[in-house]
């Protein structure tokens, strides 16, 4: 059964500053692994998409990163923004399964 | 091109009474997700819905929650006799289909239980 963990639980950074969010995950055999950002009383928006046969997706200033062999991804932020401030969640898929989450990490950029 | 639209947006109920929640996928999705948050914890997947078929319902508790996504009209999740405990966020997503396409979620249903 894949188990998603996101560790810091909670993070606050200085305006500006390059971060890095961590996800991790039981089942190596993931068929996709989705960053999504959630905002207060919001839904999830979709920040990027890696498939299993891919080692990383870019976005502007978000770069996601997969390594299958160890059952990590990462988020890297570059030069943080007040507007970054939300809760980015992870979430992992196995083929043929639904996506199971990670509970977060919530991010505060600091002005 | 709208998202995914879900109401109402909140919605306050008394023990025992029934809640229906609606959501409308994006536009030639035909694939839709309810997921469940919880107070202070993640979201979990509920059940897994294609127009007609209930594909997944693994994550739906066994007793007064139902799913629906009929040919014409929006996916309908209905929680008969509710309890305090059934409180929380529902969310809907949708994609056009399942493998390797990213889930577009809705704001969600914040449901209270007095």
């Known amino acids: 059964k894949q188990e998603v963990t996101q560790i810091p639980a909670a993070l606050s950074v200085p305006e500006g500053e390059n971060l890095v969010l961590n996800c991790s995950f039981t089942?190596?055999?993931?068929?996709?692994l989705q960053w999504f950002r959630q905002d207060p009383g919001k839904g999830l928006t979709s920040l990027l998409l890696?498939?299993?046969?891919?080692r990383e997706q870019t976005s502007g200033r978000l770069n996601a990163s997969l390594d299958k062999s160890s059952g990590r991804s990462t988020l890297y932020i570059a030069a943080s923004q007040p507007g970054d401030s939300a809760t980015y969640l992870c979430?992992?898929?196995?083929?043929?399964?639904?996506?199971?989450f990670g509970p977060g990490t919530r991010l505060s950029v600091l002005p | 091109n709208a998202g995914v639209m879900q109401n109402p947006r909140h919605l306050v109920r008394r023990r025992g009474q029934e809640a229906r929640l609606r959501c409308s996928p994006m536009?030639?999705?035909?694939?839709v997700y309810w997921y469940r948050q919880l107070p202070e914890e993640g979201l979990k997947f509920m059940v897994y819905?294609?127009?007609?078929?209930?594909?997944?319902e693994s994550g739906m508790p066994k007793e007064r929650f139902s799913a629906e996504f009929p040919k014409e009209g929006p996916s309908i999740l209905r929680i008969q006799q509710v309890v305090r405990g059934d409180s929380a966020a529902y969310f809907c997503?949708?994609?056009?289909?399942?493998?390797?396409?990213?889930?577009?979620f809705g704001d969600g249903t914040r449901l209270s239980i007095l």
């Open positions: 979430a992992a898929t196995n083929y043929g399964q639904n996506f199971v």
């Open positions: 536009k030639g999705h035909s694939h």
């Open positions: 819905l294609q127009k007609e078929n209930i594909i997944d």
């Open positions: 890696i498939q299993s046969s891919q």
């Open positions: 997503a949708s994609s056009p289909i399942q493998d390797n396409q990213p889930q577009h």
């Open positions: 089942d190596s055999a993931i068929y996709n």
